[in-house]
C-alpha cells in the first residue's frame, strides 16, 4: 500500500529540483575572461576553474632581484656560468609522477628562453634555491618560473608563474631589457593596444632633438613594433623611421601603451636605443685599444597574436 | 346519549369523582361479591338503593357464584381494588386504564356486570366488535336482565357502526403537507460534468507535476553535476546561478499547475459525488441530498436530509 502510494506520488511530481547553488564551491564553477564567467567572491580563475583565493598556489623569484645588475661571472665572457637563485611561495612541491591536486605541482625555470631545470622537491613556504645556468654575457637576462600541474597544466594564473629581468654588466656598459610583455606573451586578435614595461642602465633618457649633437650613454628608445630590426637599422626601405613611438624620459619606462595591429602570428617586439639626433647609439668599452667594438643596444622579444 | 357505564343497582355505589355535575355515572359491581365484603343485609340495602338521575341502571342482582362465599379474601380484596381503580379511571376518561383493571376484577370474580362495564370500555376505545362481545357475554351470563332491552339496542347500534366502517372505502392516509414532486433525475449532468471537471484536473495535476517535476529535476541533476560532478559541461558560476533560478521557477511553476489542478479534480469530485448520490437518492426516493459549496477559498460539499 505505501509503495502504491509512493509510487503515486512521484508520479505526480516527476521529481523536484532539490539542489541548492552553493557559491563556496571549489573547484567547481568554470570560468573565464568573459563578463559572464567571473567567480563567486573569495574565488578567483585558475586552469578554467573558481578557486578559493587562499588556496591558490604562488611562486615568486627572491633572487636575483628585479633589475638587479650582477657583475660578470668568474667564468669567462660568453662561456656558461652557474647562478643559484631562491624561490619562495604556496605551491606544494611534489613528484611529477603524483596525482594531479589542485594546488600541487611542480615548477619550471626557464632562462633566457632556454628550459632549464625542474624543481619538485622541497618548500617554497620556506625559501628553495635553485642553481641555474646561463651565458655569462652582459646585457640583460631573463629567468621565468612556471608552476605546472602534475598533469603537465601550468597553472595559468597571475600568480603562477614568476619572471625577473636582471642585468649582467661589466660595470660601464649601459643596458637595455623588455620587462614587459614577456617572450611569448599571447594577445587576441582584437586587441588593438599592448602595454610595454622597460628598463635601461647607465644611460640618461632625453627628448629627442633632430639637430642635437649625440652625448655618450644619453638618448632616447625607439619602439618598433612587428618590424625587422636588422632591416631597421639598415634602414631598409626606409623602416629607420617606421617606429611607433619614444621613450624620452624615465617614467614613461613603466606602462607605455603602444598601438598594435595585424593578423593572428608571431611578431617581435623592439626596443633600440638612440641618440637624441635618432641615429643609432653605439658604445664601445674600450674605447683606447685599437679594437673597434662599437656595440648596438637592441632588445626584442617574441609576442603571439591569437 | 353518552354512554357512561352503568353503576351498579346494588350499594356501595363507587360515585366517579371528577365527571361535571348532572352527568354521573355508575359502574356496576357484582351484588354477590358485594355481599361478599360487605355482608348480606348492606347487600339487600344497597340493592334498594335508586338509579342516580337518568342513566341507564341494572335492577337485577348479580348472581353470587356458588363459590364466591368460599372465595379467597385476597382476591375478593384484589376484585374491589381493580374495580375502584377502574372507576376512578373511567372517570378520568382513561378508557384503556379501565379496561385493564376491569379485565382483571373480571379475572378475579367472574361476574356478568364486569363484562357489562368492559363493553362499556371497548365501546369508549372504538372497538365495537369487542364491545359486542362483551355485552353479548353479559347478556348470556346475567339471569333476568332488566335493562336487556337497552343493552340489546346498544349491541344493535354498535353493529351499525360496524357495518358503516365494512362499506366505508379503504381510508387514505392523510399527508402532512403537499405531496413533494416527483423526484427527477438530475444527475446525470452532475455525473458527466464531475467526470469531465476531475479528468481535466487530474490531467492538469499529472501534466504539470511530471512536465515541470521533471524539467525541474534537470535542473537540479545539471547543477549537481556542476557542482559535485565535476562540471563535464564547463558552466561557469553565472550558469549555475541561471541553472538554479529555472529549476525553482519551474519547481514554483510544478507546485502552482499540481494545486490547480488538483483543486479542480476535488471540484470535479465533488460534483461526481453529488451526480452519483442524487442517482442514488432517487433510485432510493429519499430527501437527502448532497451540495456542493464553491467559495473563494474553499470547496466543499453539504449534506442536508430529513431525519
Given at each position: ?16 529540483f532539490?539542489t ?53 661571472g ?23 609522477d603524483?596525482?594531479?591536486?589542485f594546488?600541487e605541482?611542480?615548477?619550471?625555470v626557464?632562462?633566457?628562453d ?33 608552476s ?16 625577473r ?40 633618457l632625453i ?53 598594435v595591429a595585424?593578423s ?43 | ?5 352503568r ?12 365527571r ?8 356496576r359491581?357484582p ?20 338509579p ?10 348479580p348472581?353470587?357464584?356458588p363459590?364466591?362465599?368460599?372465595m379467597d ?32 376484577a ?8 364486569f ?40 349491541i ?10 365494512a ?22 449532468p ?6 469531465a471537471i476531475?479528468a ?8 504539470g ?6 524539467a ?11 557542482q ?10 553565472g ?36 451526480g ?32
Open positions: 500500500m505505501m509503495r502504491r502510494l509512493a509510487a503515486v506520488l512521484v508520479a505526480l511530481t516527476g521529481g523536484c532539490t541548492d547553488l552553493d557559491p563556496t564551491q571549489v573547484g567547481a564553477f568554470a570560468c573565464s575572461e568573459d563578463p559572464g564567467g567571473a567567480c563567486p567572491d573569495g574565488q578567483s580563475c585558475v586552469n578554467a576553474r573558481c578557486e578559493a583565493d587562499g588556496e591558490i598556489p604562488t611562486v615568486q623569484i627572491g633572487f636575483p632581484e628585479d633589475e638587479q645588475d650582477l657583475p660578470l668568474d667564468t669567462a665572457v660568453g662561456d656558461r656560468r652557474t647562478l643559484e637563485i631562491t624561490l619562495s611561495g604556496t605551491l606544494a612541491l611534489t613528484p611529477r603524483g596525482d594531479d591536486v594546488g605541482g611542480h615548477l619550471e626557464t632562462v633566457d632556454e628550459p632549464s631545470i625542474t624543481v619538485d622537491s622541497g618548500s617554497l613556504s620556506s625559501i628553495v634555491t635553485v642553481p641555474v645556468t646561463l651565458d655569462n654575457t652582459v646585457g640583460a637576462h631573463r629567468i621565468s618560473v612556471r605546472v600541474r602534475n598533469d603537465g597544466t601550468p597553472y595559468d594564473h597571475e600568480g603562477g608563474v614568476a619572471t629581468l636582471f642585468f649582467i654588466s661589466d660595470g660601464q656598459t649601459p643596458l637595455l631589457g623588455i620587462k614587459s610583455p614577456w617572450p611569448g606573451t599571447e594577445f587576441p586578435l582584437e586587441a588593438t593596444s599592448i602595454e610595454v614595461e622597460a628598463a635601461v642602465l647607465r644611460f640618461t627628448p629627442a632633438d633632430p639637430g642635437g649633437m649625440p652625448q655618450p650613454k644619453t638618448g632616447h628608445i625607439h619602439i618598433y613594433y612587428d618590424k625587422d630590426i636588422e632591416d631597421c637599422i639598415a634602414d631598409v626601405e626606409g623602416c629607420d623611421k617606421q617606429y611607433l613611438t619614444t621613450i624620452v624620459q624615465p617614467d614613461q619606462l613603466g606602462k607605455l601603451t603602444i598601438p595585424g593572428a602570428g608571431e611578431f617581435p617586439l623592439s626596443l633600440v636605443l638612440r641618440n637624441v639626433d635618432h641615429s643609432l647609439f653605439e658604445f664601445d668599452p674600450n674605447p683606447d685599444d685599437d679594437i673597434e667594438e662599437a656595440q648596438t643596444f637592441i632588445d626584442e622579444v617574441a609576442l603571439v597574436r591569437r | 346519549m353518552p354512554t357512561v357505564p353503576s351498579p343497582d346494588v350499594t356501595p355505589t363507587p360515585r366517579m369523582t371528577g361535571p355535575a348532572g352527568s354521573p355515572f355508575r359502574v359491581v351484588a354477590a361479591l358485594l355481599a361478599v365484603l360487605l355482608g348480606v343485609s348492606d347487600l339487600a340495602r344497597a340493592a334498594e338503593d335508586p342516580a338521575g337518568d342513566l341507564p341502571t341494572v335492577n337485577d342482582e348472581e353470587a357464584p363459590d364466591a362465599a368460599s379474601a385476597d382476591d375478593r380484596q384484589r376484585a374491589m381494588d381493580a374495580f375502584h381503580r377502574a372507576s376512578d379511571s373511567y372517570n378520568r376518561a382513561d378508557y384503556q386504564a379501565a379496561l385493564s383493571d376491569f379485565l382483571e373480571a379475572t378475579l370474580y367472574a361476574s356478568p356486570d363484562q357489562y362495564n368492559i363493553g362499556l370500555c371497548y365501546e369508549k376505545l372504538n372497538k365495537p366488535e369487542e364491545a359486542i362481545a362483551a355485552f353479548q357475554t353479559y347478556l348470556k351470563t346475567k339471569r333476568d336482565v332488566p335493562d336487556r332491552a337497552n343493552v340489546e339496542d346498544r344493535a347500534r354498535l353493529r351499525e357502526e360496524l357495518e358503516r366502517r362499506n366505508e372505502p379503504a381510508a387514505k392516509p392523510i399527508p402532512d403537507g403537499p405531496p413533494p414532486p416527483a423526484p427527477r433525475d438530475r444527475s446525470k452532475l455525473v458527466i460534468a464531475g467526470a476531475t481535466v484536473g487530474a490531467a492538469v495535476a499529472l501534466g507535476g511530471i512536465g515541470l517535476g521533471l525541474a529535476k534537470r535542473r537540479s541533476d545539471d547543477l549537481d553535476a556542476v559535485s560532478g565535476g562540471n563535464p559541461d564547463d558552466l561557469t558560476f550558469d549555475a546561478g541561471e541553472l538554479e533560478d529555472e529549476g525553482k521557477r519551474l519547481e514554483l511553476g510544478q507546485i502552482v499547475t499540481v494545486a490547480v489542478g488538483g483543486a479542480i479534480a476535488l471540484a470535479g469530485v465533488a460534483l461526481l459525488a453529488v452519483l448520490s442524487r442517482r442514488k437518492q432517487a433510485k432510493a426516493g429519499r430527501a437527502a441530498a448532497l451540495t456542493p459549496n464553491f467559495g473563494r477559498s474553499a470547496v466543499g460539499l453539504s449534506f442536508s436530509g430529513r431525519f
